[in-house]
């Protein structure tokens, strides 16, 4: 396995330079973005109400950092498996699932925002963490195993 990560150093670079780059949004998050959520679901939110916020500001600050993790998430998947089917699913599927989530997040924030604080916080996850990539490794690679 050493011997394989000594041939593999500029993919082993690029991995670890690709998971830096999700923890530095991660741990540059409050001054990067706009999301009053952030310090809001941090509290005892289920008794509080929902804070002020400006929705366009939400939405294209949420939609640029799906789209940050969205790419570098696709960098690690070309990354992982070198594929370019898997790639272009992958680049599908990142499409699809965003427009669902952030329809989804403004349409529960709109219209049902102070009785559904559960349904934000969890739609919310899925928007700003790279859940979906820690789903398409395993995905991926059971897939490529039974090939």
Do not use: C, W
């Not at 540059?28 to 973005?33: C, G, Q």
């Not at 310090?39 to 929705?55: C, Q």
Request: no cysteine; net charge positive.
């Amino acid at each position: 396995m050493l011997k394989n990560l000594l041939k593999n150093k500029t993919k082993v670079f690029f991995g670890i330079l690709l998971l830096s780059l999700l923890v530095a949004i991660r741990a540059f998050e409050n001054t990067i973005f706009y999301d009053p959520f952030l310090a809001y679901f941090k509290t005892n939110y289920t008794h509080l109400p929902l804070p002020n916020i400006n929705i366009i500001k939400l939405f294209f600050s949420m939609g640029f950092r799906y789209y940050l993790n969205s790419i570098i998430s696709l960098g690690l998947l070309r990354l992982l498996f070198n594929d370019s089917k898997i790639l272009k699913f992958s680049i599908f599927l990142y499409s699809v699932f965003g427009i669902i989530f952030m329809v989804a997040f403004f349409f529960v924030l709109i219209k049902f925002g102070e009785t559904n604080k559960m349904n934000l916080f969890y739609i919310r996850r899925f928007i700003i963490q790279p859940i979906l990539l820690i789903l398409f490794i395993p995905a991926f690679y059971y897939q490529k195993k039974m090939k």
